[in-house]
């Protein structure tokens, strides 16, 4: 089986259809942003995914669906450092630094989501910023987004 397009996504769906059988494909968070691979899902099929559009696959995307089972998408999870500034001023600095470093960051309503980086831990440390280390899922992809100094 060929995937050249997402279906939709589980979180949009009615109770009723989260009913049906659920076949997941686990990927690393560096998979999401793979337009074409070959993956295995839970039950042990191989199927190859083609994407015609230039989309990052997130968490919960449904790949195939029928009138009984539904292919999706599940995120392993990952080292992550969860930064909780307290302040503005923190959250300015931080930011700021993290942005200097090119390092691809997610944030949630209270906190700021970046991959394991000693040396970020060791700022983080000296800057004297809360966070916390955790093994997580995250439902999108950690992307660089291309820019130049030019």
């Not at 390092?103 to 910023?129: A, C, H, R």
């Amino acid at each position: 089986m060929i995937i050249e397009e997402i279906v939709g996504n589980v979180a949009n769906l009615s109770e009723e259809e989260k009913q049906k059988h659920i076949e997941k494909v686990y990927l690393e968070n560096s998979d999401l942003v793979k337009r074409i691979q070959r993956v295995t899902t839970d039950h042990g099929n191989e199927i190859g995914i083609r994407l015609k559009n230039p989309v990052d696959l997130e968490y919960g995307d449904i790949l195939y669906q029928d009138d009984h089972n539904m292919i999706v998408v599940d995120v392993n999870s990952e080292d992550i450092l969860v930064i909780q500034p307290r302040t503005l001023k923190e959250m300015g600095d931080i930011a700021h630094q993290l942005g200097n470093r090119h390092l691809p960051t997610q944030f949630t309503e209270n906190e700021m989501l970046v991959q394991y980086d000693y040396l970020v831990e060791d700022l983080l440390k000296s800057l004297g910023i809360p966070y916390t280390r955790e093994d997580r899922k995250v439902n999108k992809a950690f992307r660089h987004i291309g820019h130049s100094h030019d």
